[in-house]
């Protein structure tokens, strides 16, 4: 009956922009307040506010709104700290947005939102902000952004040795194009948490899924396995791993920095930083 009734309390009471902005928080688990004004309220030229702060704040009246109508929850923890306001708030989807969603499509089972790690959090946003850059430039005819699948759609289960089932688990899977190419991606975003042993069982993984020739049958290629790390350092790091290990074909792993990220995933001619000016993402 609680669900049923929370679902309904928001029924008629919802903008499409509303509803759009319920969809990205369960695609992408948490966005931050600046994330969601480039999702959602762009700047001039793509958007009808003139700046990037008149923008953060018709945002944040809308997020506001939706949080006390139960359809959203901010988190406790924030990014940067007080000080630099509400840019640095993170979203995650609420109980009544996710009844709401769910009655929407005739889902019966509701999913838990807890409060989550500070490690998820941060890699979680660095993931989204790989994405949201995308779509912005998507958006702004600098290229066709023809897939972006997140997890868990971007899995990939396969058959190993003994008959075992493997699950792979890219961050991103994306494909961009312009009038004659494709650029077809498999993205890890790296945070430098992970000991170099785990980014090599990772990049194994990845080597025994190419070979099983699964990707290439339903795209004639295997997308190039992109490492974005967060620092030139460990870049370097991981790079030398991958090319000493002599069980992989470096051939198949690219690694890069964040600021290198929309050339690689999209290279079809200068991009602004993955950091839009004036803001933290």
Partial sequence: MMAT????SLEGKLTRRDE?????LERFRL?????????????????????VSGATRGTTRVLRRLETRGAIARLQRRIGGIKHGSA??????????DRHLRAQRGEPIRRRYDEPGRAFTEHTLAIADVAVS???????????LLEL????????????????????????????????????SFVEVDRATEHLPAV????????????????????DLYPAVVWIVPSPDRARKIRAAIDEDRELDGSLFTVITSEQALATLAPYGPHPSLTPKGGTP
């Fill in 200 to 219: 090599l069982r990772k990049c194994a993984t990845y080597q025994r899924h190419y070979r099983t020739g699964i990707e290439q049958q339903q795209r």
């Fill in 134 to 144: 995308l779509i912005e430039q998507g958006n702004a005819d600098r290229f066709e």
């Fill in 31 to 51: 966005l931050t307040t600046r994330q969601l004004q480039r999702l959602h309220f762009p700047a001039a030229p793509l958007g009808t506010h003139r700046t």
């Fill in 20 to 24: 759009e902005i319920l969809e990205d």
């Fill in 149 to 184: 699948e997140l997890e868990p759609a971007s899995w990939r289960s396969f058959t190993g040795a003994g008959a075992t089932v493997i699950t792979l688990k890219p961050d991103l899977v994306v494909v961009t194009a312009d009038a004659t190419t494709e650029t077809h």
């Fill in 88 to 97: 640095v708030t993170i979203w995650q989807l609420a109980a009544a947005g």
């Fill in 5 to 8: 009734h929370g679902a309904r």
